[in-house]
């Protein structure tokens, strides 16, 4: 199987994850943050800078982002929904925003509260205002491969939104995969004629694992050549405007699968899974996540001392 043998993955799981959780206390969220930052993690999406009222879960965000110890090595970044979300991230001292679009004008209807063209007419500014500050702008296209309001969203429609944004300055480009309908073979028909079209462009995917399949998209991806994923540590995420949108693909999950693989992460698998043991306290459920449930595939138990010898 060929595939590089390196990926980048940006954890989002003190933002996408926690967002979809009953509110966190902020120094829990500081305490996440602070112990994701020691496991070799090289990006984390740290906040949103949304309206409390459309997601109390990120009112807090910017006490978060003053409070965090930063490591050297990691680059945090802030996703926004807006013009005012992109001035708000800036003055916080934020170097890194991402900008949520969606593919189908219902889900960006219901995430955003306006139609996806008026949401495309605001990213000259959001854009412009990032680089003016020295901040570098990703867009992300949200129900890249479907929506829950109406279905499969064609591959040049979300080809369509992504040229927009490429148009409009965006540094990088990422598809999300809001509500987990994408299969390898979707994964394929879309990222293929995107590498085709924006050829030499950042492409990050971000898959959910609504249907099982996140682990198979991500290695679909991975063998086109895709070296930049986002996943939440424990499983943790979904999107309270997307009926259905459980949670992304695992951190750890994916470090196990791609170091086995012999595919370099940078991360230690074993202070992941503390921290995605911690993460399941501070939500104060079981999180989705296998690998933390089984362990590592080389962990093994102790023989039982009374087990009976075979006979015969």
Same mark, same amino acid.
């Given at each position: 199987m060929q595939v590089p043998s390196r990926v980048w993955l940006r +954890? /989002?799981?003190p933002r996408d994850g926690l967002q979809n959780e009953p509110p966190v206390p902020?120094?829990?969220?500081i305490e =996440? =943050?602070?112990a994701l930052s020691k496991t070799g993690l090289? @990006?984390?999406e740290a906040v949103s800078f949304v309206h409390p009222r459309a997601i109390p879960q990120m009112g807090d965000a910017a006490e978060v982002w003053a409070a965090i110890t930063r490591s050297p090595d990691v680059t945090y970044s802030a996703l926004v929904p807006n013009l005012v979300g992109a001035r708000r991230a800036v003055d916080a001292g934020v170097r890194e925003i991402e900008v949520v679009v969606s593919a189908s004008d219902s889900h960006n209807r219901a995430n955003l509260n306006r139609t996806t063209r008026e949401s495309l +007419? +605001? =990213?000259g500014p959001i854009i412009a205002l990032a680089h003016d500050n020295g901040v570098r702008c990703q867009v992300i296209v949200a129900t890249s491969w479907g929506c829950p309001y109406e279905g499969d969203v064609p591959v040049e429609r979300t080809l369509g939104v992504a040229q927009v944004a490429l148009e409009a300055g965006a540094d990088a480009l990422a598809y999300g995969d809001t509500t987990g309908m994408a299969t390898p073979t @979707? /994964? +394929?028909d879309l990222v293929g004629p995107t590498q085709q079209r924006f050829a030499g462009t950042p492409l990050l995917l971000h898959f959910h694992n609504t249907r099982g399949t996140g682990l198979a998209n991500l290695l679909t991806a991975l063998r086109m050549g895709v070296t930049e994923f986002d996943a939440s540590v424990g499983g943790l995420g979904g999107c309270p405007y997307a009926p259905g949108a459980s949670g992304n693909i695992a951190t750890e999950e994916v470090v196990h699968m791609l170091q086995d693989m012999g595919v370099e992460t940078g991360v230690n698998l074993d202070l992941l899974l503390d921290v995605a043991a911690r993460a399941e306290q501070l939500v104060g459920h079981q999180v989705p996540?296998? /690998? =933390?449930r089984a362990g590592p595939r080389d962990r093994t138990v102790p023989y039982p001392e009374n087990a009976q010898e075979p006979t015969g």
């Open positions: +954890e /989002v799981g902020t120094a829990g969220k =996440l =943050l602070d090289r @990006r984390i +007419e +605001e =990213l @979707r /994964v +394929e996540s296998q /690998v =933390l």
